[in-house]
């Protein structure tokens, strides 16, 4: 499995948050180095530890345990009200909070 991860200025504020890095893919190609590479695995490693039982989304316990930074926005990028994060929603809710920081 390949994920794409494409940097930008406001993906690296959005370090902050802890997941946000790994979450900003984009199509676009991505310049990396290999530093760079281990890093967003390594992120890439926490998400996937922080998803407890494994079934691909964030419930609010699992956020508040692996991402504790994210958990205060849980309700605002739950968009759909199923009490679970999905990767997209997780990614829209980084993104958004990356406007918020510029
Ligand atoms: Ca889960
Ligand atoms: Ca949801």
């Known amino acids: 499995m390949t994920i794409r991860i494409h940097i930008t200025p406001v ?41 407890t039982d494994g079934d691909g989304a964030y419930s609010r316990a699992e956020v508040e345990a692996g991402f504790p930074r994210m958990a205060e926005h849980f309700d605002q990028a739950d968009t759909d009200g199923d009490g679970l994060l ?16 510029r």
């Open 11 to 51: 993906a690296i504020g959005l370090a902050a948050l802890g997941v946000a890095a790994l979450l900003a893919t984009s199509a676009a190609a991505a310049q990396s180095g290999d530093a760079r590479q281990q890093r967003l695995q390594a992120l890439q490693e926490r998400m996937a530890a922080a998803d």
């Open 86 to 101: 999905t990767r997209e929603e997780l990614r829209a809710l980084a993104q958004a909070a990356g406007r918020r920081m």
